[in-house]
Each structure stands twice: as structure tokens, then as C-alpha cells.
């Protein structure tokens, strides 16, 4: 089963229906909240005191990225994408991305905060029962 959101495609095919990791309810669902109802995240950094809310949402995390060897022809795979906090900074370098995350909230925050990139496909999952058949750049 498939889900899009924007551009982005979630694919539920490996999804237990269970949610094998999280942060909290709270704090995941007013991160999903937040990136569901605006594309600039800097006032609700400003003032949150929730150390989640920031550190899933502060745009700063994506100079990791910055040093990596990605190029417009390379197909990558993101395990445990989590709620995107470097999926959209690859997305932009890359031919394309497949993340895998354990988490459908996690993943659904990815979605919607990367919404304008149509090189991304989200599988929910273990990334031990998902057979990749392609050759990609593995980043964990």
C-alpha cells in the first residue's frame, strides 16, 4: 500500500502496524503538527522548550550532510530516516532517495517536510525484511 504526500511517496508494504520507535507521542505528534501546517519551522523552535521539538526541526542538522560525496546521478538509501532531518539535504544532491524508517509518524514527519521533492520514497519498516534491488549509496 502507498500513501502520497506532495511529491513524496510513503510505501506501507513493510509496515507491521506497529510503531517500533518513537520519541513520545506527545512530542511526535506536535512535530507532525507543526510540519503539516507550516514550511518554516523557526518560530516553533523559538518557542519550544521541548528538546525534541527543536532538535527534530532545527535546519542546522542538515551540514552533516554538507561533506558527503553525493552526486546528481547517485541513488541513495537513508536508513532510519526518522522525521527527515536530512532527507530534503541529500534529496536536493541526489538522482534519488529511499529511506526506511521503523516508525508510519516518523516517516509521515518526513513526508510533509520534504513534500516538494519528488525524488523520495519512504518505506516503513525493518530495513532486515526489505530486500533492496537496487545499487545505492547506504547511509545509517
Not at 507532525?32 to 519551522?41: A, F, G, R, S, W
Not at 534529496?91 to 516508525?103: E, G, T
Request: charged share 30%.
Amino acid at each position: 500500500m502507498e500513501e502520497k504526500i506532495g511529491n513524496v511517496t510513503l510505501n506501507y508494504d513493510y509496515y507491521s502496524g506497529e510503531d517500533l520507535y518513537s520519541e513520545g507521542d506527545e512530542a511526535e505528534n506536535k512535530v507532525l503538527e507543526i510540519v503539516k501546517n507550516t514550511d518554516d519551522y523557526t518560530d516553533e523552535i523559538l518557542r519550544s522548550n521541548h528538546w525534541i521539538i527543536i532538535y527534530q526541526l532545527l535546519k542546522q542538522r542538515e551540514n552533516i550532510v554538507e561533506p558527503m560525496e553525493i552526486n546528481k546521478d547517485d541513488e541513495v538509501l537513508e536508513i532510519g530516516a526518522g522525521m527527515g532531518a536530512l532527507t530534503g539535504a541529500i534529496a536536493k544532491r541526489c538522482k534519488c532517495i529511499d529511506c526506511i524508517d521503523l516508525s508510519k509518524r516518523r516517516s509521515m514527519v518526513n513526508a510533509y517536510r520534504n513534500k516538494q521533492y519528488n525524488n523520495i520514497e519512504i518505506i516503513v519498516g525493518n530495513f532486515q525484511d526489505i530486500k533492496i534491488e537496487k545499487n545505492m549509496i547506504l547511509l545509517h
